[in-house]
């Protein structure tokens, strides 16, 4: 695929410059723009337009309220709000066209539970439930009779999100919202931001691959796995780094019948349907920092630990054929997994919407909204993303999510 032609601004002056954008970016100029229109002069600055690396492309596009906190499962319930009236919120853009269906399969998510688990399984159940979701603990028995093709003898049971839980198409809701902002306002450029000037602690300008300097009053970094790289033309860190995650889609001999959910396997390995083939994938065993160029794949992964933790889970893949795989990225926070959202306490314009850590793409639509309240009235208006602020990293204090895939 051919890269985009890097090319100039149309102005030398912007309100607000947003630093990628993919799906954190694109979500932030829609909600911005939806707020104040074309009196805001916005610039999206986006490397790659085409998106062929980008961690939203490269998603496996699913979206669950099993969390171990609950402000997760409230931005997951917002997520589905957003999921299911997208066609009617992007119509307005899509005159003379249909608008957007995001195709969400509403299969849920079926987080397998070892014996000595349970009663923390449970109690993560009770929270999810507290707060709204549908998740219920099933014991061996009720498990293997909802789904019979699962091997339940070294199981404690299993948590499993019944509804508004599933998969669904990443870059239309990213092509939605990139569109909708466009025709709000906002400019897009394919360019690269090589530098920031930071003066009386502020970002004044943003410096572009192809020279320009840009005026800039507040700056969004949304740089996804390069998040560190921004924050650091300010002087600023982050611990977020590119981890790979390697996704394989293979076809089954034998099929497995019923409305089969995302199973997480006890050995971290996920696997769900994905039409008449199926998509799996695992933490590898060399998972840590990768260059951001990096996009290697590993089939020994499919080979050596996939395949056994889905013939030992589900006796039925005695037989499977990889199709495709590929290699993406996650902007993965290494202290604790979660979500970095808000101003740094210095650099008083440079905001932080980076490190959701595999969950950026479910996350987008109350991250960017939740941008977009800070910068517009300087306080959360609807969900409260404050434990996201950047302070904690400072203060390495962990504001720790468990049920990360």
């Known amino acids: 695929m051919a890269k985009p032609v890097y090319k100039a601004p149309s102005k030398n002056s912007y309100d607000i410059v947003i630093v990628g954008g993919a799906v954190i970016g694109s ?19 986006e490397r790659d337009s085409t998106y062929e690396f980008s961690s939203t492309a490269l998603s496996t596009s699913a979206i669950r309220q099993q969390y171990s906190n609950p402000i997760n499962v409230k931005i997951s319930q917002f997520g589905i709000e957003i999921i299911r009236s997208f066609p009617e919120l992007m119509a307005p853009f899509f005159t003379g066209e249909p608008a957007p269906d995001l195709g969400f399969r509403e299969h849920g998510y079926l987080y397998c539970c070892s014996p000595e688990g349970v009663d923390a399984a449970k109690a993560r159940v009770e929270l999810q439930r507290s707060h709204g979701a549908h998740t219920v603990f099933l014991e061996p028995g009720p498990l293997k009779d909802q789904f019979p093709w699962i091997n339940v003898e070294d199981l404690g049971g299993g948590s499993w999100g019944s509804r508004d839980e599933g998969w669904f198409d990443s870059m239309g809701l990213l092509n939605g919202f990139r569109r909708a902002a466009r025709a709000s306002g ?20 943003v410096t572009l691959s192809t020279g320009e300097s840009i005026a800039c009053g507040t700056l969004v970094n949304a740089a996804g796995p390069r998040a560190q790289q921004v924050a650091a033309m300010a002087g600023l860190s982050i611990p977020v780094a590119p981890f790979k995650r390697y996704s394989f889609v293979f076809s089954s001999a034998t099929p497995i019948p019923g409305r089969m959910p995302n199973v997480i396997d006890l050995s971290g390995t ?10 799996t994938g695992n933490t590898p065993l060399d998972d840590g920092p990768a260059d951001y160029d990096d996009f290697r794949m590993d089939h020994s992964e499919f080979d050596d630990r996939i395949w056994p933790a889905l013939w030992h889970r589900i006796p039925a893949f005695d037989a499977l054929k990889v199709q495709t795989s590929w290699t993406g990225h996650y902007e993965y926070n290494m202290l604790d997994h979660n979500g970095i959202v808000g101003f740094h306490p210095e650099v008083t314009n440079f905001m932080f919407a980076n490190g959701f850590s595999g ?3 479910q996350q987008s639509p109350a991250a ?21 602020a950047y302070e904690r990293i400072r203060r390495n204090a ?8």
């Open 27 to 45: 979500s932030t100029a829609y909600w911005l723009s939806r707020s104040v229109g074309r009196d805001v002069s916005i610039l999206v600055v």
């Open 359 to 361: 969950h950026g793409l």
């Open 368 to 388: 960017g909204r939740a941008v977009s309240e800070l910068i517009l009235h300087g306080a959360f208006q609807t969900l409260d993303l404050s434990p996201f």
């Open 270 to 279: 996920f696997v769900r349907p994905e039409g008449e083939l199926f998509l």
């Open 398 to 405: 962990p504001f720790l999510e468990e049920a990360v895939i």
């Open 186 to 205: 906002v400019e897009y450029v394919d360019n690269a931001v090589t530098g920031l000037a930071v003066t009386d602690s502020r970002v004044t300008s």
